[in-house]
């Protein structure tokens, strides 16, 4: 009777831990039947590598999209990750449990705030100041980037502060015992056995960047042009299909969720390419 | 255990809510523009104070969402903000309900107040790109635009004439973002439902003619497109008792004193 | 030349120092500048009226109503789905190319940008299934949206359950799946709170996918196939459309409290339960 309870609960794991693929392949099928028609009548490479994007008349280029998406997304992980990083280390390692019990929370607060609310104050507070001191419209990369950095903060800290409080504390103790540093005994010890955490909080985190929307839309200036440096506006990939899904019909529509399949594709690259540097990482 | 305790409530919690499917008499969706959207919700809650039996839902989505969800009959009404109804629309019962003028809008420190329809349109197509030539300071022309496909910008372009948008202009996705932008960038020209237009930003004169209600009215301002209400063949029951209600005299006064103009 | 390991620890935890005050100073401002210009408009009316108006006047109330049903929905589909994946992919299986695909195919889902989530929503649950703009069409799209969150938190906090709890639970005879219960669900629960908080937070901030699905409609719902609106859904209305900027920024200061208020709580009950666990 134990016995098939307990197979029974392994089948239903099973099928449970099949529910994130299913969703998946559900999501994938539904934008593949409605953009790859459009891109193979289109033409693939015409799709992937102009830069014009002009609906009304047909013309319907990516290329500086994809440019877009991803300046945006290297910006914003430039300031997200190691600051969030250097966070939850600091928390963790250097300040004493009740503090960090109190910051933790006040940060992950962060995640609670809706994007629109991001958005709205870069819009306000951040563009402004850009405008005034860099030059440029203000509606750029850079205030992208920093928004982003921003958001992506509390999906990194979180995750890598509960991957590092993992580490035993004996694996500190022993580096410690040896004469190292607090801080030798956490670069060489505590980030190397906290590794795995923290990159999956860097590429949740990065999931987040290349997928923010709304804080995007409000702060980039979409303008669907090949940048040429981080004050000019830009469309990101994301934007392109919310801006215009709402208003958009026939074959315009179609080339949306073509931009969406892209965005799929860009996404998957993305993933493969940090779980091959983790496991070469891992292998060394 | 406390984890299967939580399952078991949170699962109770969705078979109550399901549970609780106790439908309306009536219920009338509205789908589409959301320029309309706020003024659709306002009379809707108006006319259920009058119709209690009645739920009116309203949900924006932009007109694309109002003409295919009314196609779909995922709504008993469509709401569209354009010049020209789109071939998808073809089918669909059609009510001129509200019309709207559109600003052209500048920044308030910009020494600008009129401009022809040409010079407007030669500065959204970045033939003019700085404002020394419309009579301005020497600065460039910072192009605010709305995004492809909206109701606002192709009833813009198409009464403007001949816009092919200039690629450096920036785009927003709504009324109140254009305004924001353009409250902030003294450089900047953009254009909206000029039911927005506040002490922030500084409607322009076009071809002479002040964007206002009276000469809206009295049909002189040139940018006025209208607002349809879209049905799947003639409306019927509550549907059409709201689409009259917004039509009555006093639908028409609301509309009016929030910003939009009467349909006629 | 060698700098010494004592100069060069003063040294990183004063960088690491001073990261962590840049991002406290970032939330503090963030959080002043919506307190200070939402809570004048913050009053117990504001919090129990219906809206007025499109918004301009009365309150949010069934807004409030909405932003905690929402949640809780998506959450209810999303958290059994997600805990139970990662205890598969921890005590049932070893690596295998199905648990690498399973990984892979989580990440994947994670990356996706929660715009696709609302238009899947809008054309499968909404139109395909006939559930029309509801809480139900918004509790299930937001619930796959958030699976890959709770999926990788509940692992991690899974992984780091120490193996000699399982085995020692092992040897004395109870079944894996007793382990799993008894064990390491128990040990692993400050981690798969932190991934709850992280997609409560995700599906409270969430405005493109929730218009898209969940709908607009600023009323009480009776039942899961009404619309309901959400705060981040009502700020972006009233922000967007230009309707009233302070009673966006009155809806943003009442939902970042109602999240520290949250927070607060979530961890106030998980210290009270690892205490008296640990008694």
């Not at chain 1, 693929?21 to 992937?48: C, Q």
Request: glycine letters at 10%.
């Amino acid at each position: 009777m134990r016995l098939s309870a307990d197979k029974f609960a392994q089948y239903t794991f099973l099928g449970i831990a099949c529910s994130a693929i299913a969703s998946l392949m559900l999501i994938a099928v539904f934008s593949l039947k409605e953009g790859l028609p459009f891109i193979l009548w289109y033409g693939p490479v015409e799709f992937l590598t102009s830069t014009n994007w002009n609906p009304q008349e047909n013309q319907f280029g990516v290329g500086a999209m994809i440019v877009a998406s991803l300046w945006v997304t290297a910006g914003a992980m430039l300031i997200g990750a190691p600051l969030g990083v250097a966070v939850a280390v600091f928390l963790s390692e250097f300040v004493p449990r009740p503090v960090m019990r109190v910051i933790k929370p006040a940060i992950e607060l962060l995640a609670g705030i809706p994007s629109v609310v991001y958005g709205f104050i870069g819009m306000m507070v951040l563009a402004p100041l850009i405008r005034r001191h860099l030059g440029g419209p203000g509606l750029c990369i850079l205030s992208a980037a920093i928004v982003l950095g921003i958001m992506v903060l509390p999906t990194v800290i979180s995750i890598s502060v509960d991957a590092i409080g993992a580490v035993p504390n004996s694996f500190r103790e022993g580096a410690l015992a040896l004469g190292a540093t607090r801080w030798q005994a956490v670069r060489m010890v505590v980030l190397k056995a906290a590794r795995s955490g923290i990159v999956a909080s860097i590429i949740l985190g990065m999931g987040r960047a290349v997928g923010e929307t709304m804080a995007v839309i409000m702060v980039a200036g979409n303008t669907p042009r090949l940048p040429h440096g981080l004050l000019e506006p830009v469309r990101t990939l994301t934007a392109n299909i919310a801006i215009e899904m709402s208003a958009a019909i026939g074959r315009h529509r179609e080339a949306l969720f073509a931009t969406g399949v892209v965005l799929f594709v860009v996404i998957m690259g993305l993933n493969s390419l940090a779980m091959a540097v983790m496991r070469r990482k891992g292998a060394r | 255990m406390s984890i299967a305790k939580l399952t078991v409530l949170l699962v109770g919690v969705v078979a109550v809510m399901c549970g609780g499917c106790g439908k309306h008499a009536e219920s009338v969706t509205l789908a589409g523009s959301t320029a309309f959207a706020p003024f659709a919700e306002k009379l809707g809650g108006q006319f259920m104070a009058i119709h209690p039996g009645v739920r009116i839902s309203v949900q924006g989505g932009g007109s694309t969402v109002g003409i295919q969800s009314a196609q779909q009959g995922k709504a008993q009404i469509g709401m569209a903000d354009m010049v020209k109804l789109p071939p998808e629309a073809d089918g669909l019962t059609a009510v001129v309900v509200a019309r709207d003028g559109v600003a052209v809008i500048v920044n308030p420190a910009n020494l600008v107040t009129n401009l022809s329809m040409s010079q407007v349109r030669d500065i959204f197509c970045g033939k003019i790109a700085n404002w020394k030539s419309v009579g301005g300071k020497d600065a460039l022309i910072t192009v605010v635009s709305r995004e492809a496909g909206s109701g606002t910008r192709s009833s813009f372009e198409q009464i403007v004439g001949n816009v092919k948008l200039t690629s450096g202009a920036l785009v927003q996705d709504s009324n109140g973002s254009i305004r924001e932008t353009v409250a902030g960038d003294s450089q900047a020209i953009g254009y909206l439902s000029h039911g927005l237009v506040n002490s922030k930003i500084k409607a322009l004169i076009v071809d002479g003619v002040p964007c206002t209600v009276e000469a809206v009215v009295a049909g002189k301002y040139a940018l006025v497109r209208p607002i349809f209400l879209l049905t799947k063949g003639a409306p019927k029951g509550a549907t059409q008792a709201f689409i009259d209600f917004v039509l009555s005299e006093s639908g028409q006064t609301q509309i009016r004193k929030d910003g939009l103009l009467p349909a006629k | 030349m060698r700098i010494p390991p004592r100069q060069v620890q003063t040294l990183v935890v004063g960088m690491l120092g001073g990261a962590t005050l840049l991002t406290l100073a970032v939330l503090v401002f963030i959080v002043v500048f919506v307190l200070d210009k939402g809570l004048p408009v913050v009053t117990w009316t504001f919090l129990a009226a219906n809206p007025e108006d499109m918004g301009r006047a009365g309150g949010i109330f069934p807004i409030i109503v909405g932003t905690l049903l929402l949640p809780l929905l998506a959450l209810g589909i999303a958290l059994p789905l997600g805990v139970g994946s990662a205890v598969y992919l921890n005590e049932y299986t070893r690596e295998t190319q199905m648990t690498r695909i399973i990984r892979f195919g989580t990440d994947c889902l994670a990356g996706i940008p929660s715009i696709i989530f609302g238009l899947f929503g809008l054309v499968f649950f909404v139109g395909i299934l006939h559930m029309g703009w509801s809480l139900l069409s918004g509790g299930l799209t937001l619930a796959i949206m958030i699976l890959p969150t709770i999926i990788r938190t509940s692992e991690e906090a899974i992984r780091a359950v120490p193996q000699a709890y399982r085995e020692v639970s092992c040897s004395m005879g109870a079944t894996r799946w007793e382990t799993v219960r008894k064990v390491v669900l128990p040990n692993a629960l400050p981690g798969i709170v932190t991934g709850v908080m992280l997609g409560a937070g995700r599906c409270i901030s969430e405005t493109a996918a929730v218009i898209f699905t969940a709908g607009t409609v600023a009323q009480m719902p009776v039942s899961a196939f009404d619309s309901v609106r959400t705060m981040a859904v009502h700020f972006y209305l009233l922000a967007r459309e230009g309707i009233s900027g302070e009673n966006a920024y009155g809806t943003a200061a009442v939902l970042i409290l109602a999240v520290l208020i949250l927070n607060t709580v979530a961890y106030w009950t998980m210290h009270a339960f690892i205490r008296r666990k640990a008694r």
